[in-house]
Nanobody, 126 residues
Framework: QVQVVESGGGSVQAGGSLRLSCAAS????????MAWFRQTPGKEREGVAA???????SYADSVKGRFTISRDNAKNILYLEMNSLRPEDTAMYYC????????????????????WGQGTQVTVSS
C-alpha cells in the first residue's frame, strides 16, 4: 500500500528557515489530499497545512504568512517551506496522505487521513 517518508528536519535558530519533504510511494494515482501535522509531548496533534491535488490549501492560523505548503503531483511529493521560525514551532512533524477527496477546502483533521510517516524532528532555538 502507500508508504510515507519525511525528511529535512533539523535544528535552526529563531528567525531561520527549513524545508521539509515527504515522499509518498506505492500509489498509482494522484493522492487527493496531503498534509503536515506536528506534535509535542503533552499537546494535541495540530494540522499545520493541507493541500489537494488541485492545489487548494488550508493553513493553521499559527503558521499563516510563515509556512508554505506545495506538492509535486506527478511524484506524490509534499513540501513544507518554513520561514521566520519560532521556538514554539519546535515539534515532531508528520506527513499524512488521504485516499479520498473532501470539501472545497482541504481538511486538517488527523481522522481524515489514512497514511502517516514516522515523523521528522524540528527544533528551533532562541
Amino acid at each position: 500500500q502507500v508508504q510515507v517518508v519525511e525528511s529535512g528536519g533539523g535544528s535552526v535558530q529563531a528567525g531561520g528557515s527549513l524545508r521539509l519533504s515527504c515522499a509518498a510511494s506505492g500509489a498509482s494515482y494522484f493522492i487527493p489530499r496531503m498534509a503536515w501535522f506536528r506534535q509535542t509531548p503533552g499537546k494535541e496533534r495540530e494540522g499545520v497545512a493541507a493541500i489537494t491535488s488541485a492545489g487548494r490549501i488550508s493553513y493553521a492560523d499559527s503558521v499563516k504568512g510563515r509556512f508554505t505548503i506545495s506538492r509535486d503531483n506527478a511524484k506524490n511529493i509534499l513540501y513544507l517551506e518554513m520561514n521566520s521560525l519560532r521556538p514554539e514551532d519546535t515539534a515532531m512533524y508528520y506527513c499524512a496522505a488521504a485516499r479520498t477527496s473532501g470539501g472545497w477546502l482541504p481538511s486538517r483533521r488527523a481522522e481524515d487521513f489514512d497514511y502517516w510517516g514516522q515523523g521528522t524532528q524540528v527544533t528551533v532555538s532562541s
